[in-house]
């Protein structure tokens, strides 16, 4: 210890050790720029390919929507035949699909969902939904509620049960979208509060998809869980479920709490008004 007190004292050390220090600060410096202009270049290749990717998609989807073009006519294009193995082209030939979709009804959007599964990009949406990463899981699941694979709702519905808060407002809205109420009922059996926010996004998911039918709304009244029956208050006073006034009734003389019964006759209230 003393040797080393006395080195320090001596100041020997500080010519040595600020050269070094400098010279390290700018073999970091020097290696972070060219990372930084590696991402860069990535980057602008990337954007560079995803443009010229997105006219031959456009090409092909316009001539399968509104030409009639087959799968297997797509097939032997060769554009297609060349890339369509390709990791990025499939990544950017999914967006434009799902985007084209989300913009058509009817026959048009049935095309492109045939064309989904006959291309296999569904596989890759159904490898996302079984990925670790939440936020892939959710990508996943966007994708396949989109594009109305129901054959995943007993997939989509599992992860729902889930803690992760996004990723299960994400799943609840997929199954609201694929199976209407069938998609939340499960919930009568939920042990976790529900919280305001995504009672809100299911609320939201039903008005957004405009699901007429409503059968097993008042089921979300016989849980003991008190969020899940608010939960079920609020998607009948909201959706105007008129039908369902007689079961807020027998809610509201047998409630659990003057919380819920309270909030029972208000939604009566509501409907006689």
């Known amino acids: 210890m003393t040797e080393l007190w006395e080195l320090y004292k001596s100041k020997i050390w500080v010519e040595p050790f600020l ?6 600060f700018i073999v970091v410096s020097f290696v972070l720029y060219l990372l930084i202009i590696r991402s860069r270049n990535k980057k602008i290749k990337k954007e ?6 997105t006219v031959i998609i456009e090409r092909l ?3 399968m929507i509104f030409q009639d073009l087959s799968f297997s006519e797509i097939k032997e294009d060769k554009d297609y035949a060349v890339l369509h193995q390709k990791p990025f082209f499939r990544a950017v030939l999914t967006e434009s699909i799902i985007d084209l979709h989300k913009n058509y009804e009817g026959v048009y959007a049935r095309k492109l969902e045939e064309f989904y599964k006959e291309s296999g990009l569904i596989n890759k949406s159904l490898k996302k939904l079984k990925n670790l990463k939440w936020e892939v899981k959710c990508k996943g699941i966007t994708e396949l509620a989109e594009m109305n694979v129901t ?5 989509i519905l599992n ?17 609201i979208k694929l199976a209407g109420t069938k998609g ?14 995504t009672q809100i996004n299911i609320i939201n998911a039903f008005k957004k998809h405009d699901i007429g039918d409503t059968k097993g709304v ?10 899940v029956i608010t939960l079920g208050l609020k998607l009948i006073k909201e959706l105007k479920l008129s039908q369902k006034v007689p079961y807020v009734a027998e809610l509201a003389a047998r409630a659990p709490n003057s919380l819920i019964q309270y909030e029972a006759q208000n939604v009566l209230q509501s409907f006689n008004s």
Not at 48 to 53: F, T
Not at 151 to 155: I, L, T
Not at 159 to 175: D, F, P, Y
């Open 19 to 24: 050269t070094t220090s400098i010279d390290i």
């Open 61 to 63: 989807m316009f001539s």
């Open 151 to 155: 054959e995943a709702f007993e997939s």
């Open 184 to 197: 939340i009922v499960h919930l009568t059996g939920h042990p976790y509060p529900i919280d305001d926010w």
């Open 48 to 53: 560079r390919l995803s443009a010229g990717y």
């Open 218 to 227: 008042e089921l979300l009244l016989e849980s003991q869980n008190t969020t």
């Open 159 to 175: 992860v729902s049960k889930g803690r992760n808060k996004t990723l299960k407002i994400t799943a609840l809205n997929a199954c």
